[in-house]
Structure formats: structure tokens, C-alpha cells
């Protein structure tokens, strides 16, 4: 089946930056969206940026102007560049890809998530 596994996370002082990546895997044959989630403790898990194929891309209103998110070269891989982060971005950030076509063209209806991986932004 389909596995999302994310890369990247650590802890940076406030300002700083960090790039997460995922990359799926199995057997797809294309996929719709993809993009990342986060979690804070105590808190709903919410939108970061998620991206399709055709590059349209949708932002939280919490990073826009500081966070980017790109699809790679490499098949099945997103990319989130995180600079001026701040506390307030802390989380563990989740990989998703949504709408996946398998080599077959069987079309999967589940959203599939990554196990995530932990930012953590303190001096």
C-alpha cells in the first residue's frame, strides 16, 4: 500500500529555518495533493500547506509570507522550506497526500498521512 514517511524535523531558535520532506511510496501512479499538517499539543491538527499536482498551492493564515512547499523532482516527494519560524510553530508535522492513482488506475479514496515529525522552535 501507500507509506508517507516525513524527514527534516529538529529544533531551531526562533528566526531560524528548517526543511521538511516526505516522500511517498508503493505503488502510485500519480497523486492529486499533497502537502502538510500540524499538531500542537492541546490543539486541533490544522492546515500548513498543501500543493497539487498542477502547483496550485493553499497556506495557512498563520505562515503565509513565511513558510514555501514544492513538489520535487523525484516522484511523489513535497518539500516545506520554514524561515522566520517562531514558538508559536511548534508541532509535530504531519505528511499528506490526497487523491492517489495506482500504477493499476485503481483510484484510493482514503487521505493518507505520515507518521510525522517533530519541529520545535525555543532558544
Known amino acids: 500500500q501507500v507509506q508517507l514517511v516525513e524527514s527534516g524535523g529538529g529544533l531551531v531558535q526562533p528566526g531560524g529555518s528548517l526543511r521538511l520532506s516526505c516522500a511517498a511510496s508503493?505503488?502510485?501512479?500519480?497523486?492529486?495533493?499533497m502537502g502538510w499538517y500540524r499538531q500542537a499539543p492541546g490543539k486541533q491538527r490544522e492546515l500548513v500547506a498543501v500543493?497539487?499536482?498542477?502547483?496550485?498551492?493553499n497556506f495557512g493564515d498563520s505562515v503565509k509570507g513565511r513558510f514555501t512547499i514544492s513538489r520535487g523532482n523525484a516522484k511523489h516527494t513535497v518539500y516545506l522550506q520554514m524561515n522566520s519560524l517562531k514558538p508559536e510553530d511548534t508541532a509535530v508535522y504531519y505528511c499528506?497526500?490526497?487523491?492517489?492513482?495506482?500504477?493499476?488506475?485503481?483510484?484510493?479514496?482514503?487521505?493518507?498521512w505520515g507518521q510525522g515529525t517533530q519541529v520545535t522552535v525555543s532558544s
Open positions: 508503493g505503488s502510485i501512479g500519480s497523486i492529486n495533493v
Open positions: 499528506t497526500a490526497v487523491g492517489i492513482a495506482t500504477m493499476d488506475g485503481e483510484f484510493l479514496n482514503n487521505d493518507y
Open positions: 500543493i497539487s499536482r498542477t502547483g496550485s498551492t
